[in-house]
């Protein structure tokens, strides 16, 4: 259930300093298929730049976060549970030139 707002980003750096997240199941499934290790999601999640918010995701607010592993482009998409404080990492990987401009922040337009 969401309040309708999106995902707060201080609230989700307060949640993931003290370890309140869990990883979704699909997304330790891709980490391991693309090579890509968890504190470099973590490190996206707390000083990378949010470039999209879902506000309607359900059953909570998410964001797509964009930042730098290992002189790689990231993007990692996080939820966050507002009334208990938790986040929820979903998914990461890294953009598609296809799908993404140069600048990796912007969605190509068909």
């Known amino acids: 259930m ?5 995902l707060e980003r201080e609230r989700l750096k307060a949640a993931l300093a ?7 199941r699909h997304v ?13 999601v973590v490190g996206v999640l707390t000083s990378g730049e ?8 359900e059953p909570y607010p998410s964001a797509l976060f964009m930042g ?4 790689t482009p ?3 998409v996080a939820a ?16 598609d030139p296809e799908h993404f ?6 969605r190509r337009t068909r």
């Open 68 to 71: 730098w592993a290992h002189g």
């Open 18 to 24: 003290p370890g309140r997240f869990d990883w979704r």
């Open 80 to 95: 966050l549970d507002g009334q208990h404080d938790w986040a929820y990492i979903i998914t990461a990987y890294e953009p």
């Open 2 to 6: 969401t309040s309708g707002k999106g």
């Open 28 to 40: 330790l499934e891709r980490l391991a298929e693309r090579g890509i290790d968890q504190a470099a």
């Open 74 to 76: 990231l993007h990692v």
């Open 50 to 57: 949010c470039i999209e918010d879902y506000p309607e995701d």
């Open 101 to 106: 401009e140069p600048d990796y922040r912007t």
